[in-house]
């Protein structure tokens, strides 16, 4: 809050007023005060006049000397009782539900100050006011995206069981079939309630991690060796250029695999088959750069970045109903924690997801 100059005081405004009007009510008065004086004098000489009426005639000049007090205090003040109208007028407005309504600022004085403050007010509260909208807008877009996840898989589950439950399958090896399909759906049932769960739990403002120091090219060999066979099951070669230098970071490791993991599988998920997928892990003086890179067919049509949204799935994972669009949120989510950052390019036909975590110093 900035302090007010003195002379900008409302007190000192409302003394000075006092003071001018005192002094235009003198003035007046003086003016007014000889044939008002010329009227007592002349009662006192002329006895047919009675005294009564002298009295009156002095009464009067004080109550016309209230009067032009009272006037020329109220021109003086009439701007400020107006401003502070159109405050309480825009205040009732506000609080009628026009949020964002703001006040003209006029003059330095305590007024302009509360002016200023429902401003701000004001505009907080519709800054605020919209972002509730969003989450609500949110969360409704959630359930319903969770309803229908949920419900698909689900679906087809008590279909088969009713299948089965009824007898209608002509030998074994349909039942079996049944049970076959039935087990992958409560599978990927289970899949996406995991990952819904991951998801919650990240989004929660206190969520902990389990940091510890480690060495990240060490990590990283470690995980890309274990990925190699199913790479290479997937048509998949991995061209990996590691830096050969020890990089301590303290990271969450569960989470960090996690997002690992996540990117891996999706090259797997969604590269063109055969290709090669790139890997590639250097640091700079502050900061780790690992890069993923891989193959796909078609470009992205819309925004790449949106695939980090929550529940965003590509034409490829829609197709034959694979993931849940949940992964790369969740690794967003991960990388924020840890005050890094990731994000995805296209060029030429290739994807990159590029992850960059600070380096603590040690
Ligand atoms: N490496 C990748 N190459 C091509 N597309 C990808 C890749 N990773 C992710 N995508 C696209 O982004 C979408 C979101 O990915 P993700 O959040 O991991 O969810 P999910 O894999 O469960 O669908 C995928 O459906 C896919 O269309
Ligand atoms: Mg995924």
């Not at 006049?49 to 009272?70: D, H, N, Y």
């Amino acid at each position: 809050m900035t302090t007010i100059k003195f002379r900008n005081k409302l007190s000192f405004q409302l003394l000075v007023m006092i003071v001018i009007s005192l002094f235009g009510t003198i003035l007046v008065m003086s003016v007014l005060s000889r044939p008002i004086f010329e009227l007592i004098r002349l009662t006192m000489n002329n006895e047919n006049l009675l005294v009564v009426q002298a009295s009156v005639a002095f009464f009067g000049w004080f109550f016309i000397a209230i009067v032009t007090f009272v006037l020329i205090f109220i021109m003086l003040v009439r701007k400020k009782i107006l401003y502070l109208k159109l405050i309480s007028d825009t205040v009732q407005h506000i609080a009628s539900g026009q949020l964002g309504q703001t006040i003209d600022i006029k003059g330095k004085d305590e007024l302009s100050q509360l002016a200023m403050n429902i401003n701000y007010m004001s505009q907080e509260l519709e800054h605020k006011f919209i972002q509730e909208r969003q989450i609500e807008k949110e969360k409704n877009e959630l359930i319903t995206n969770i309803s229908h996840d949920l419900r698909t898989p689900l679906t087809s589950i008590i279909g088969y069981l009713k299948l089965i439950k009824d007898g209608q399958y002509r030998h074994q090896e349909q039942l079996h079939e049944y049970f076959e399909t039935i087990y992958s759906k409560s599978s990927r049932l289970k899949h996406l309630i995991d990952e819904l769960f991951e998801f919650s739990r990240l989004s929660s403002p206190d969520v902990k991690l389990n940091l510890s120091r480690i060495d990240m090219t060490g990590l990283l060999q470690q995980i890309i060796g274990e990925y190699i066979p199913i790479f290479e099951e997937q048509q998949l070669t991995v061209e990996k250029s590691l830096t050969d230098e020890d990089i301590y970071v303290v990271i969450d490791i569960e989470k960090m695999v996690r997002v690992y993991e996540n990117l891996f599988i999706n090259a797997i998920k969604y590269s063109q088959k055969p290709s090669e997928i790139l890997i590639s892990f250097e640091a700079e003086e502050h900061t780790t750069i690992l890069k993923v890179s891989n193959r796909i067919e078609n470009p992205p049509k819309e925004s790449i970045n949106k695939m980090f949204e929550r529940f965003f799935k590509g034409d490829n994972a829609r197709k034959d109903a694979q993931g849940t669009g949940l992964g790369l949120s969740i690794a967003k989510r991960i990388m924020e924690l840890h005050h890094g950052d990731i994000y995805a390019e296209y060029k030429n036909g290739w994807i990159t997801f590029t992850l960059l975590l600070p380096i603590k110093p040690k």
